[in-house]
Structures are given as structure tokens and as C-alpha cells.
């Protein structure tokens, strides 16, 4: 079983629609959680850091449950803009500074 | 800028050849790290520095694989003699405190022929 796991998709979304990304981890002891968007041959990029809260930064909902050791992203009001891959993050903590990346959930949001 | 930059960008090396690729972190960011990114999956974690040790190597995959960061700022990632199944991107990321996400670099993109 990896130790990130996620929906590749891809998902094919409408303007406007709402989308819900999730996430699995099995490392129980993982310390903080991320969601990076990555568009098409660029760098992965830093969207949101997730906490037990739940935490909002605009039009992203981010959610962690560490009971079920699951991670979710919502996307409102999706834009054109948003198309790419959304990687599910995870950092294992310990004496191991590296984050550890689900393979990606693809988004095409279509006019 | 003030970003992660990496260099070469792209890198196109025949099989059997060493490669050097580059890595200048974010300034004052104390903690390195190298991924390798295949074709249609997420990053995979390579090694970690933090200023000058290198505290983990454990996903270097064969002993062709090195790097170092001598004066805990620039690093160098090298492969010995490539082989066409180390074709990827190859991404640096630097932070202050992990807890907070790290900043990637553009990536190398490495071809072997």
C-alpha cells in the first residue's frame, strides 16, 4: 500500500462547479499535512498547509482527520484557472525532514 | 530572484555518462532537499540536507546516486554513469521550518539516450 493514495482522475469540471479531492495516508504518526497544485511541466507549488481545524483560504476548503487518517480539498466556484494536478502531501515527521507526495489528482476545468 | 533555482534546466546525456545537476536554495532556508519526479507520478524523495549534513539519503536509489552540500548553501546533485531508467525530473526544495511546506525549484529535466 503506498503511503499516500489518491483518485488520479482526471476530473472534467464545468466553470463554476464545485470539486472534492481526497486523500489517504497510512503513516498514523504524520505530523502536518499539504495540499500542492502542479501545473504542466512546472514545480510543484505550495496551495495550503491542512490542519485538524479544517481551514479555508478563499474559494479552498482544506480538512484532516486524523482518526480516519484522511485529507480532502474543496474547490467552490471552480475557474479555468484551477486546471492542473492537485498533490496530496504529508509529512511523515520524525528525524525525516522530506514530505511524501500522493501521484496527483488531475483537474480540467472546461468552459 | 529569490527563489529556488536550479541548473541546467534541461539535461540530455547518453547512457554510461555522469551528470551534475545544481541547486540554490532560497537564502537562509537551512533544510535541502532532492526528489526525483517520473513521468505521471508524484515526487519521490531523494536526500535531505540540512546546512551542510546530509541527515538522510535513504531514497537515493542505487549508489550511482550522490550529492552534497558542502557549505550548507548550494547543492549538487551527481549520477554516475546514467542509465535511461534515471530519466526524470529532478527537483530541489528549500525551507525554514518544515512544519511550514517546502519551495521547489523549476526542476532539471533529465533525458538519457
Known amino acids: 500500500r503506498k503511503e499516500v493514495e489518491q483518485d488520479p482522475g482526471p476530473f472534467n469540471v464545468p466553470e463554476g462547479a464545485t470539486v472534492a479531492f481526497n486523500c489517504t495516508y497510512s503513516n498514523s504518526a504524520s505530523q502536518s499535512f499539504f495540499w500542492y497544485r502542479q501545473d504542466c511541466r512546472k514545480e510543484p507549488k505550495l496551495l495550503m498547509s491542512?490542519?485538524?481545524s479544517g481551514n479555508e483560504d478563499g474559494r479552498f476548503t482544506a480538512q484532516l482527520n486524523r482518526a480516519s487518517q484522511y485529507i480532502s480539498l474543496l474547490i467552490r466556484d471552480s475557474k479555468l484557472s484551477d486546471s492542473a494536478t492537485y498533490l496530496c502531501?504529508?509529512?511523515?515527521?520524525?528525524?525525516?525532514?522530506?514530505?511524501?507526495f500522493g501521484k496527483g489528482t488531475k483537474l480540467s476545468v472546461k468552459p | 530572484g529569490a527563489g529556488v533555482s536550479q541548473s541546467p534546466r534541461y539535461k540530455v546525456a547518453k547512457r554510461g555518462q555522469d551528470v551534475a545537476l545544481r541547486c540554490d536554495p532560497i537564502?537562509?532556508?537551512?533544510?535541502l532537499f532532492w526528489y526525483q519526479q517520473a513521468l505521471g507520478q508524484g515526487p519521490e524523495f531523494l536526500t535531505y540536507?540540512?546546512?551542510?549534513?546530509?541527515?538522510?539519503k535513504s531514497g537515493l536509489p542505487s549508489d550511482r546516486f550522490f550529492a552534497e552540500r558542502p557549505e550548507g548553501s548550494v547543492s549538487t546533485l551527481k549520477i554516475q554513469r546514467t542509465q535511461q531508467e534515471d530519466s526524470a525530473v529532478y527537483l530541489c526544495a528549500s525551507s525554514l521550518v518544515q512544519v511550514t511546506g517546502e519551495f521547489f525549484g523549476p526542476g532539471t529535466r533529465l533525458t538519457v539516450l
Open positions: 491542512v490542519y485538524s
Open positions: 540536507f540540512q546546512n551542510e549534513a546530509q541527515l538522510d
Open positions: 502531501v504529508v509529512n511523515p515527521g520524525g528525524s525525516q525532514g522530506n514530505l511524501i
Open positions: 537564502s537562509g532556508h537551512v533544510s
